[in-house]
């Protein structure tokens, strides 16, 4: 696989969440609106006190679904880090190698001269 491919990859998995976490809101918040009017219940109609349970109530599975995309999406954030950082070592390792090299064989001819 490319580094270019790999990188759109990425960028696709990285949305990837957010739309889920879209959709699964948009879902819950149209069934939560059918559920009110097959039960023919107006959270207008509710008191200030009823209307702040009401909206706690509701939104608190929407709050833990999005603390859980969160956590997906920063555990996905951390590994890809972590990649980055073992492909920077890997490079650094390399050059230092092609330096050793390169100096090696720059003192072993013009040491004997």
């Given at each position: 696989?490319?580094?270019?491919?790999?990188?759109?990859?990425?960028?696709?998995?990285?949305?990837?969440?957010?739309?889920?976490?879209?959709?699964?809101?948009?879902?819950?918040?149209?069934?939560?609106?059918?559920?009110?009017?097959?039960?023919?219940?107006?959270?207008?109609?509710?008191?200030?006190?009823?209307?702040?349970?009401?909206?706690?109530?509701?939104?608190?599975?929407?709050?833990f679904?999005?603390?859980?995309?969160?956590f997906?999406?920063?555990?996905?954030?951390?590994?890809?880090?972590?990649?980055?950082?073992?492909?920077?070592?890997?490079?650094?390792?390399?050059?230092?190698?092609?330096?050793?090299?390169?100096?090696?064989?720059?003192?072993?001819?013009?040491?004997?001269?």
């Amino acid at each position: 696989m490319s580094e270019d491919t790999q990188i759109l990859e990425e960028k696709k998995e990285r949305r990837r969440l957010p739309q889920i976490g879209l959709a699964l809101t948009a879902l819950y918040l149209v069934g939560l609106v059918i559920y009110l009017a097959v039960q023919g219940q107006n959270p207008t109609d509710l008191r200030l006190n009823e209307l702040g349970d009401f909206l706690g109530g509701v939104s608190s599975p929407l709050a833990f679904l999005w603390l859980v995309l969160g956590f997906f999406q920063q555990s996905r954030e951390i590994r890809l880090s972590n990649k980055a950082l073992h492909l920077q070592a890997r490079e650094m390792r390399r050059s230092v190698d092609e330096h050793r090299r390169l100096a090696g064989d720059r003192s072993g001819p013009e040491g004997n001269a």
